[in-house]
């Protein structure tokens, strides 16, 4: 970067903070919204929903899985392309 436009751009922030300060102090404040009306509370007899059932396990169980092998697949195409490139710059 040349010291010049450094200088220019720095200066040019510089003599536009004053009017964004102006502006942004001018605006008058919104007024205060009204509060939400409270959260009904759940029925004693519904299921929570934290519950956990054993389909949902191996949900988990599998979705982690895949993970592992997106991994190990990630790391092994990183690998052979490290080769590639070791090998093509070997030959020149």
Same mark, same amino acid.
């Given at each position: ?5 450094? /200088? /220019?751009?720095?200066?040019?922030? /510089?003599?536009?903070? #004053? ?9 008058? !404040?919104?007024?205060? #919204?009204?509060?939400? #009306?409270? @959260? ?5 007899? !519904?299921?929570?929903?934290? @519950?956990? %059932? ?6 988990? *169980?599998?979705?982690?899985? *895949? ?7 990630? %790391? !092994?195409?990183?690998? !052979? ?12």
């Amino acid at each position: 970067m040349d010291r010049r436009t450094l /200088l /220019l751009g720095f200066l040019g922030g /510089l003599g536009a903070a #004053p009017t964004i300060i102006a502006a942004s102090s001018s605006v008058e !404040a919104a007024p205060v #919204p009204e509060p939400l #009306p409270p @959260a009904p509370e759940p029925s004693p007899g !519904a299921a929570s929903p934290s @519950a956990v %059932r054993a389909a949902d396990l191996e949900t988990v *169980q599998t979705d982690w899985s *895949q993970g592992v092998r997106r991994r190990v697949r990630r %790391r !092994a195409r990183r690998m !052979a392309r490290r080769t590639r490139r070791v090998i093509r710059r070997s030959r020149y």
